[in-house]
């Protein structure tokens, strides 16, 4: 038998017109087929010993910051917030994060918030109006301008009257 100069499609792979006209668009089970066998390479021998996928320890999530209007930026890497930040000299390697602030209590760059060794450190950049931190306890702590200080998970910055929340995104988000 001669093979055509085209592809022919298996049945029913094209609908098939209605008396309309219209294709029938009807939802068909796929025919059954088996998959293929292979027999085992020369040699082989099935082993009682199974092999384990290499666990890891959960980690908790990523630190976050979260704010009023929908922001939420992960801290993957160093961030530096104000109304129109600029990297910060000594961190040229921070992300800069406007924050939309109508009252303008925020400063252009207002401070430098960075994960290390799993803790979140926040740095007040000289700010107009500071940095507070308000602890998930309800303690609050003014930042000395130019001094790291480490800030506890749950915590709300007070940058100025702008607040941001810090807290650990979820494994799945990360």
Same mark, same amino acid.
């Given at each position: 038998?001669?093979?055509?100069?085209?592809?022919? %499609? #298996? $049945? @029913?792979?094209? *609908?098939?017109?209605?008396?309309?006209?219209? &294709?029938? /668009? +009807?939802?068909?089970?796929?025919?059954?087929?088996?998959?293929?066998?292979?027999? %085992? #390479? $020369? @040699?082989?021998? *099935?082993?009682?010993?199974?092999?384990?996928? &290499?666990? /890891? +320890?959960?980690?908790?999530?990523?630190?976050?910051?979260?704010?009023?209007?929908?922001?939420?930026?992960?801290?993957?890497?160093?961030?530096?917030?104000?109304?129109? &930040?600029?990297?910060?000299?000594?961190?040229?390697?921070?992300?800069?994060?406007?924050?939309?602030?109508?009252?303008?209590?925020?400063?252009?760059?207002?401070?430098?918030?960075?994960?290390?060794?799993?803790?979140?450190?926040?740095?007040?950049?000289?700010?107009?109006?500071?940095?507070?931190?308000?602890?998930?306890?309800?303690?609050?702590?003014?930042?000395?301008?130019?001094?790291?200080?480490?800030?506890?998970?749950?915590?709300?910055?007070?940058?100025?009257?702008?607040?941001?929340?810090?807290?650990?995104?979820?494994?799945?988000?990360?």
């Amino acid at each position: 038998m001669e093979s055509p100069d085209f592809i022919v %499609p #298996p $049945p @029913g792979l094209i *609908p098939e017109a209605t008396p309309t006209g219209e &294709p029938d /668009r +009807t939802a068909r089970e796929a025919p059954a087929r088996a998959l293929p066998a292979f027999p %085992p #390479p $020369p @040699g082989f021998r *099935p082993s009682d010993e199974r092999i384990e996928a &290499p666990t /890891r +320890t959960p980690q908790p999530g990523a630190w976050r910051l979260r704010a009023s209007g929908g922001l939420e930026v992960l801290l993957l890497r160093p961030v530096v917030l104000g109304r129109d &930040p600029s990297p910060d000299a000594a961190r040229p390697d921070a992300a800069p994060i406007p924050l939309a602030d109508p009252a303008r209590s925020v400063s252009k760059t207002h401070a430098l918030v960075e994960v290390v060794d799993d803790r979140v450190v926040v740095t007040d950049l000289h700010s107009t109006n500071g940095t507070r931190v308000l602890s998930p306890d309800g303690e609050a702590g003014e930042l000395d301008p130019g001094r790291p200080v480490e800030v506890p998970g749950g915590a709300t910055l007070l940058l100025g009257e702008y607040a941001v929340r810090l807290d650990r995104a979820p494994l799945h988000t990360v």
